[in-house]
């Protein structure tokens, strides 16, 4: 079974699902492109999976509260949306395939309430963006579909690719 | 000196309900059907007659206007002879009032302490969910006149804002509040023939011809102005969300809180998540707020529950709602990709 961490956050995998760390240094552009913590392959379609931890047991407090604050006022969607975007490019590039991609983000805290969570995972959907043009030329979606998600609700719905905490 | 405790027995919905508020702002929550207007009308009709001497239960009767305006009507529906009670503290001074099921006037009610209770007046204010301003010429003369069927706080409201400015200079802390709302309202608001105008530099332009959620904006700026609001004073607000647009939340949320730093004591009904997180987020930790959830039991009789932390609120029908509505859209993610 395989375990992929991402600084005290644990995510295993399903039995016989792939997945690797995709921001680490065999990526090699990092220079010019972001990049999603995960990509986990499934037999029909691949996720996208980033991870952010603001209640890191050894987080700043004056940095966790600045960091929930830019994300409620939507500061972090344009990052949440670069990261996909290059990493599909990347990843288009890499392999050319046509499963279709999920993206999810994981928000570490329990500060998020669903209202939150509401808001932001539609905003994702509007800003990747999940839909085409109106004139509807668009012959494929970028994203298949997308969800923030916190610790709770994560495990509550991804039972299958459970997180846990783990000691720094 | 802030209204402390109210206590219900038999009256409107509740079976028995207790609650204490606090002297800052107390947020009322809970589905329709739970009360929270029953509680700021009986605690509004108890503030207003410690200062018009009004009797208590024909106040009741005129905030409530039951049928045939028969008061026993307040008594909690059920079978068989019941008597209603309702007390309301300001620390130890209580005015309680207890009726039948039975009374038809509002003499044979039985109120206790009204003589301790107006020889200190409050001054308070209800500001309904429907906005009274554009409708106020002649509203009041009518109301005055004839048997008009509308409960007494859409006229009271109209007494309030007719009020001419307080005398002499604005201390500091309301100029800054009038100030801020003036930059919302974009003018200021005055009063000809009985008619409302929000005046500026492009000239008066009745209140009619305002969007509702600025008339009630202008409608604060009154009540502040002629010192309806001050230190000491209660304001009942019945959603304040209502035509309101959600970006005048915050501002609205920052004038209500700096007014409760004034010393105003604030009750508000909302079903608004924004509103909710407005006050939670913009609170400091100085700030008194008291959030009250109202609920059904499994015997269907209405309890409430006080916290004043918001993610303690519970039940919360408000971000249940969301928590719903959030469970379905990553359902839907979730199903339709099939995982």
Request: charged letters at 30%; aromatic letters at 10%; a neutral charge.
């Amino acid at each position: 079974m395989t375990v992929l961490r991402e600084k005290t956050l644990e995510l295993t995998l399903p039995h016989g699902v792939h997945g690797r760390k995709f921001d680490d240094s065999n990526h090699g552009l990092s220079y010019c492109m972001k990049a999603v913590d995960f990509i986990v392959e499934e037999p029909d379609r691949v996720l996208f999976i980033e991870f952010k931890d603001p209640d890191h047991p050894r987080a700043d407090p004056k940095d966790r509260e600045s960091f929930l604050k830019e994300l409620l006022s939507g500061g972090k969607d344009d990052d949440f949306v670069r990261k996909y975007r290059d990493s599909f490019i990347y990843r288009w590039a890499e392999k050319g395939d046509e499963k279709p991609i999920v993206y999810f983000v994981l928000v570490a805290t329990s500060c998020l309430d669903e209202a939150m969570l509401l808001a932001r995972t539609e905003e994702l959907k509007r800003k990747l963006p999940v839909e085409g043009p109106a004139s509807g030329v668009w012959q494929r979606q970028i994203v298949a579909r997308c969800g923030v998600f916190n610790l709770e609700t994560w495990n509550r719905h991804l039972p299958q690719y459970p997180v846990t905490r783990v000691t720094p | 000196m802030t209204i402390t405790r109210i206590k219900f027995e038999n009256f409107t919905v509740f079976k028995k309900l207790d609650i204490q508020p606090c002297p800052g702002i107390n947020v009322l929550l809970g589905a329709n059907g739970t009360g929270k207007t029953h509680i700021m009308k009986v605690v509004y009709a108890a503030c207003d007659i410690s200062k018009t001497q009004v009797d208590f239960a024909e106040k009741l009767i005129r905030v409530y206007l039951p049928s045939g305006r028969a008061l026993g009507r307040l008594v909690k529906r059920g079978q068989g002879s019941k008597r209603g009670a309702v007390e309301i503290h300001r620390d130890a001074t209580k005015l309680r009032i207890s009726f039948s099921n039975h009374a038809t006037v509002s003499d044979s009610a039985t109120v206790i302490g009204v003589k301790e209770w107006t020889s200190q007046p409050i001054e308070s204010v209800y500001i309904p969910v429907k906005e009274m301003l554009s409708n106020a010429p002649g509203f009041r003369s009518l109301y005055s006149q004839r048997e008009v069927h509308f409960e007494e706080i859409y006229a009271d409201i109209l007494d309030r804002a007719y009020r001419p400015a307080l005398r002499g200079p604005v201390d500091r802390e309301r100029k800054k509040l009038l100030t801020k709302l003036e930059k919302f309202i974009d003018g200021k608001v005055t009063i000809k023939d009985e008619e409302f105008f929000l005046r500026n530099k492009q000239g008066n332009l009745e209140f009619t011809l305002l969007a509702e959620g600025m008339r009630k904006l202008g409608m604060l700026w009154l009540l502040i102005q002629n010192g309806t609001l001050l230190n000491g004073s209660v304001l009942f607000w019945d959603e304040p969300e209502t035509n309101l647009n959600p970006k005048l939340f915050g501002p609205l949320i920052e004038i209500l809180l700096e007014l409760q730093r004034m010393g105003v004591q604030v009750f508000l009904a909302t079903h608004d998540y924004v509103i909710l997180k407005e006050i939670d987020l913009r609170r400091s930790s100085e700030d008194k707020i008291l959030f009250h959830s109202l609920y059904r039991d499994d015997a269907g009789e209405i309890q409430c529950d006080s916290t004043s932390e918001y993610l303690k609120i519970h039940p919360n029908a408000i971000a249940e709602t969301f928590a719903d509505l959030y469970n379905r859209e990553i359902k839907r993610s979730l199903g339709e990709i099939g995982i």
